[in-house]
């Protein structure tokens, strides 16, 4: 249920209902837009007499939410969340305010040598966040799994030689202790479903990066970044990164890019959408046009998997760009971005 104030509604009428809304066992999701206030009203609302509420003076209307999902619901939070990520450098990375920054860097942190030389490789083609993963989940117990602690010093210096904030991959709900340093948590499509991990990222005050299943609805996503924002973390990316369809049966591609789900999500919540067009595709000559598409399609931001070497590379090497190939993808997502102004 949602509350939507009147414009001459005063501070001290509006905390009078809050305290009574509170009283009646609710939590209250406060909303200030540019225009009006909304009330979030969650938990057992069926005690409160509707017309009762809607008489009320300051009150300018009153709508009962069916959706499961509450906090992210754009009904309750009219105007778009913006998540501001702070760089080393003083700079400030926003998404969500219309802008499409680009998040870039190899799919794990392999040695010192790799992470710096992409480091300061994507930061010279614009890129705004660097990402580069310490623990990788793989289909394969054989598989290169990161690794572990070793990276994150990597990634701090890389951080520290180019001012580019941090997004690292976490899995295990023991192991936020180990990313003090890392500016944005990652939650892969594997533990989208993964509540434990996401309620303790709810106690967390940094943002986190929800990647959608390969096989989940956007109502599924979306509960789970309900999971999060009923903690108290507030600060979430939704990310698009391919979902299971006929071509991928058919090996035309790792997944297939939902580039749909941008405005639909839009519509159904307030917060950012980014997409992943490297695990959507899983092929590096595919990358450069979903980005485009998805630049066009309004996304909040991108995130490409960039590589100094990629046919040497020990994991995702198929679907990286080179360090070359990312700067001119780069240079045609400003040029697509700046045409829809």
Request: proline share 5%; charged share 20%.
């Amino acid at each position: 249920m949602i509350a939507v104030l009147k414009p001459n509604a005063t501070i001290e009428q509006r905390n009078h209902l809050i305290d009574w809304l509170k009283g009646q066992g609710l939590d209250v999701h406060i909303s200030e837009g540019k225009e009006r206030t909304v009330l979030g009203l969650v938990g057992d609302t069926g005690r409160i007499d509707v017309e009762l509420l809607q008489s009320l003076s300051i009150v300018d209307s009153v709508k009962i939410i069916s959706e499961p999902f509450k906090k992210v619901n754009r009904k309750f939070h009219p105007d778009n969340t913006v998540i501001e990520v702070p760089g080393a450098d003083g700079t400030m990375v926003r998404f969500g305010d219309g802008s499409c920054p680009i998040v870039a860097g190899p799919s794990a942190v392999e040695s010192e040598e790799q992470i710096l030389t992409v480091a300061s490789a994507v930061k010279a083609a614009g890129a705004a966040v660097l990402r580069g993963d310490a623990y990788k989940p793989r289909t394969s117990p054989y598989s290169f799994q990161g690794l572990g602690p070793e990276a994150f010093e990597m990634l701090r210096e890389a951080k520290k030689e180019t001012g580019l904030p941090i997004v690292s991959e976490i899995n295990n709900p023991n192991n936020v202790g180990l990313y003090d340093d890392i500016d944005i948590l990652q939650v892969s499509s594997r533990s989208m479903q993964n509540y434990e991990l996401l309620k303790e990222l709810g106690n967390l005050k940094k943002p986190v990066l929800l990647k959608r299943g390969s096989a989940n609805t956007l109502k599924e996503l979306l509960m789970s970044a309900e999971y999060i924002m009923a903690g108290g973390n507030e600060q979430i990316i939704l990310c698009e990164r391919g979902i299971r369809s006929w071509d991928f049966s058919e090996g035309a591609a790792r997944n297939t890019l939902d580039i749909a789900c941008i405005p639909a999500l839009h519509e159904m919540t307030h917060l950012p959408v980014i997409v992943d067009p490297s695990h959507a595709t899983g092929i590096a000559s595919m990358v450069e046009p979903m980005a485009l598409a998805a630049a066009a399609g309004g996304a909040d931001g991108l995130m490409i998997e960039v590589h100094n070497d990629p046919m040497n590379a020990v994991c995702d090497g198929a679907q990286s760009l080179d360090t070359e190939s990312f700067a001119a993808l780069a240079n045609k997502v400003s040029r697509v971005r700046a045409a829809l102004m």
